[in-house]
């Protein structure tokens, strides 16, 4: 008990000092190409180097971080509609300090939800404010009009691809429709399962170019994780590649991207526009 309310203190603390929030939802045109196990490591990465990360599951009922983490979730985001629990309720500890809050049957649910069920939801997550410096939205793959107003809410999309044809097919699909509903989207692209450095940089520069080419569109690459079993091991062991296997292919290369990632955020950044930003242009859409 004493331990949760210092806890409790601690957070709200942290909460008060003026961080700014950055939200980033990671996405991908065909499924499983590893987002799920790109945005789990790439959060704890992001811890690693002293930047704050919560994670949060908004794939529309087929949730799996957790699963990936091995943990249960007892409370998931809906859970904020009963009047006693607070955003710090719903957040499970997951392994290496990342926090993770379950999204519940997504944006479905948020979609059906009366004014002011939503203002009260949507008043409940402003703690995160100031606590995160990094919030990060896994969602399904796809296009649906519901992540299509995710997406377009955040301050950055990472679309993740294999440098397989039919997933970079899907994926340009996905920039090309971010691109039409608002040219100013800031779009990063991450190879994964790139079997070398090579087939990275390849995949990475033959999407920019088709982007540059079609949509006069800048993307900028993050990079490339490999492609590596012990992404597969861990998976089966549901603990995170970057925890167990720390200095396997896969770990390094997110290492590296998570490094190319910061060092490109403080050189480039626009300010980001926060959680209530978001959650006000999520409104609006909603709407
Ligand atoms: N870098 C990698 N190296 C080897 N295998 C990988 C790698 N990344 C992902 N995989 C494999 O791909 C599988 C799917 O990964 P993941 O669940 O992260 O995909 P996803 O894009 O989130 O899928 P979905 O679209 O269903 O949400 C993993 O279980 C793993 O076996
Ligand atoms: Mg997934």
Redesign the pocket.
Known sequence: MRDQAEQLRQRISQSSQKRSTKLVTVT?GK????????SLNFGLGLIEKGNKAVLFDV?LG?A?LDVLMGITPKKHLFHLLEPETTVWDIMEQGPGQLEFIAGGSGFTQIMQLDDDKLDLLFSKLDPLQGYADTIIF?T??GLSKESLHFMLSSDEVIV?TTPEPPAITDAYAVIKMLHSRNPAVKIRLVI??ATSEREGKMTADKLAMVAKRFLNMEILSLGF?????H??KA?KQQRPFLLTYPQSL?SRSIRNLVGRYLENSTKTDIPAIGLKGFLTRLKNFIR
């Open positions: 991908s499924g499983g190409v590893g987002k799920s196990n790109f794939d087929l799996n896994d399904g793959a993740v994964n399962r994780v490999s492609d590596d079993t992404v597969t998976v896969a």
